[in-house]
């Protein structure tokens, strides 16, 4: 389907179905077709993917897309291919064959848009195609993972400058949902952008509610918020085995839940989006793998049992709430204990210099890399048995392989998934004559009646699916494919699921391993920023929620919400206050019972008092021994 000439509105209702664009999306689409490197600040469920996949149809030529979200390629490709739009995929998952068939059809001049993990760029066959092709746009997806500034930075994104230089007259559009001021302008410089456009469409969310509830037992105030709320919901929680406990309790507790993860089979992960999109389960326990790229607009809760450790990563999240512009809930459920979780999260993050080069020496001789070997080597790591093997505890030897990569000496790329593919390598002619047994038989012919396109590109496959479909087991199924591809019928990948190890520098010797300050003090030092910020709008004891938030993200509030549980109970304790002095008195009481307990001033703010007023009437409480007061801070007694 050509759109080449047509007007962004023109495409947008045409392959899309809508009639209106939604905010800054038409300004960063007529950015880019004017010619001009553009930063686009859109919040989650923004709608990102439009402002370039517009421009892409519109004009000539291919535009690339680098993305670390690999997990979602797949999709991304999926549902332009469904709008009759070309599309295609190269990261580190795919095989060499899967690899050079996506180069092939690129230089065809088949797929219109290609979608590429930012270290295939280092790679030389695809420097050696993409050099002589006629791109007309590239874009930088997750664009705050260029910034040493941001929460999620990812050396492998400092090769896009050097896709600029290749292509210095094509524009850039760089999008990110959550960028800082800070980060905003660094990405802008690290892009080499030439008078750049930032549009940014605000942090605000009118409707979306920012609630804090404090409890040391926290399941039992997770049942609470969920039963006392209604419509679809996402817990949000740390660690995998997390998901699983917290979706059985409120099974057990009678609420409809299920739980999702990285380390799922891409089959289970999408069974378990699918029940939760239909409304067959209300609650998706899950880790931050859940939520990127899935399109569910009327979700009423976003609940975190566990916090963030950053607002960047908080916003992301509770910003799945809401999309319908119906009214929305985003709980936070902390306990005075979560402030040191941050700071014991902010140390494991950049453990001791000389663990760091242990787990450099030890990865090297696991992948059986000799010292001055392995430049652009891909190695599979199996994470788990090399933390086993040697001792390490899994957070500080992941936190260790990030700053190596940081620093220079690997790309560490964490579990990438990939589903099982088939491509049929023989002619439709040639099949004739195949032999192969019966089980084998059954599965190829069952496989040509199913799947479309299995002659053109490798097409993804469900061994289980067959199996069912067949009545026969899982294993006869796999094992009939391993014979397919023994007799050169088809090329068979089973998935599988595996970290990887990149080596960007030859190996070293481990004395040689220098950590600049660039790379551990400072960032640690930014890592410690975000995560006091993080402190301050779970513990603040006065002003608005989201004005803690939307500030932090450089954007000035002339009024605040009124609907975080902090306006709320400040509207609630100014009506009170006026009335008696015994509802002043249990205002006070129930504002310094907050973990973080509240200021004098802060309190009489609240209660829209005099300082004096509240100091008469806690004065009063001290006698009674109902509160106590610490620096100036008031907390309710435990007696």
């Not at 880019?32 to 996949?53: M, R, W």
């Not at 549009?199 to 918020?225: G, I, Q, T, W």
């Not at 595996?498 to 960007?504: H, L, M, Q």
Request: proline share 4%; charged share 25%; glycine share 6%.
């Amino acid at each position: 389907m050509d759109f080449t000439g047509q007007t962004p509105h023109a495409v947008l209702k045409r392959v899309w179905g809508y009639d209106t664009f939604r905010p800054c999306q038409e300004d960063i689409i007529e950015s880019v077709l004017a010619g001009q490197d553009t930063l686009g600040l859109l919040p989650t469920g923004g709608g990102k993917s439009v402002t370039f996949q517009i421009p892409a149809l519109i004009q000539p030529g291919l535009t690339i897309v680098i993305t670390p979200l690999i997990s979602l390629m797949k999709d991304q490709v999926d549902n332009l291919r469904q709008r009759n739009v070309t599309a295609g995929a190269l990261h580190s998952g795919m095989t060499r064959a899967e690899h050079n068939l996506v180069l092939k059809r690129v230089t065809l001049g088949k797929i219109k848009i290609l979608y590429v993990s930012p270290e295939k760029l280092r790679s030389r066959s695809f420097a050696d195609t993409v050099v002589s092709l006629p791109v007309g746009l590239i874009v930088v997806d997750e664009a705050h993972c260029i910034s040493q500034w941001g929460y999620d930075f990812r050396p492998s994104y400092m090769q896009i400058a050097g896709l600029r230089k290749i292509f210095p007259s094509v524009p850039v559009l760089a999008l990110t949902a959550s960028a800082t001021p800070e980060v905003a302008d660094d990405i802008m410089t690290r892009l080499e952008f030439c008078d750049g456009r930032k549009f940014c469409s605000s942090f605000s969310r009118d409707n979306l509610s920012y609630v804090v509830r404090y409890a040391d037992h926290k399941p039992e105030m997770l049942l609470k918020v969920l039963r006392t709320t209604t419509g679809s919901a996402i817990v949000y929680a740390r660690s995998r085995r997390r998901t699983r406990e917290v979706a059985q309790m409120l099974k057990d507790n009678g609420i409809s839940a299920d739980f999702y993860h990285a380390g799922l089979a891409v089959e289970d992960k999408n069974e378990k989006q699918n029940k939760w999109k239909s409304g067959e389960v209300r609650v998706m326990v899950a880790t931050n793998a859940f939520g990127m790229g899935i399109d569910k607009a009327d979700v009423r809760v976003v609940i975190h049992i566990d916090l963030p450790s950053s607002l960047e990563e908080y916003y992301q999240e509770a910003g799945r709430a809401g999309r319908d512009g119906k009214q929305a809930f985003a709980v936070t459920i902390a306990s005075q204990a979560d402030k040191g979780t941050l700071t014991r999260r902010l140390n494991e993050s950049y453990p001791p210099k000389d663990v760091i080069r242990r787990v450099y020496e030890h990865a090297c001789n696991f992948m059986e890399i000799a010292v001055g070997s392995g430049y652009n080597s891909v190695c599979e790591f199996d994470f788990t048995l090399f933390c086993d093997r040697f001792g390490f505890r899994p957070q500080v030897a992941r936190s260790a392989l990030m700053l190596l990569t940081h620093a220079g000496y690997i790309e560490y790329v964490d579990e990438v998934t990939t589903r099982s593919r088939v491509f049929v390598t023989m002619t439709k002619n040639e099949l004739y004559a195949l032999k192969v047994s019966d089980v084998a038989d059954r599965v190829f012919q069952f496989m040509l009646r199913t799947y479309t396109g299995l002659f053109a590109d490798y097409v993804y496959i469900a061994e289980e699916l067959i199996a069912s479909r067949l009545c026969i087991s899982t294993e006869k199924v796999y094992n009939a494919l391993l014979e397919l591809g023994r007799a050169h019928a088809l090329h068979y990948v089973p998935r599988k699921s595996s970290p990887y190890v990149i080596f960007t520098a030859p190996r070293v010797e481990t004395r040689r391993i220098d950590l600049p300050k660039s790379v551990y003090e400072d960032m640690r030092e930014r890592m410690q920023v975000r995560t006091e910020a993080m402190k301050r709008f779970v513990y603040a004891t006065n002003g608005c929620r989201a004005n803690v938030l939307t500030e932090y993200f450089g954007e000035k509030c002339a009024t605040v919400c009124g609907k975080c549980d902090l306006c709320r109970e400040r509207i609630s304790a100014a009506r009170s206050s006026g009335v008696s002095e015994e509802n002043m008195r249990s205002a006070v009481l129930r504002l310094s019972a907050r973990p973080a307990g509240m200021s004098i001033d802060a309190l009489a703010s609240t209660l829209s008092k005099k300082p004096a007023d509240v100091i008469a009437v806690l004065r009063q409480l001290l006698d009674e021994g109902e509160i106590m007061v610490a620096d100036g801070i008031v907390f309710r007694s435990n007696r």
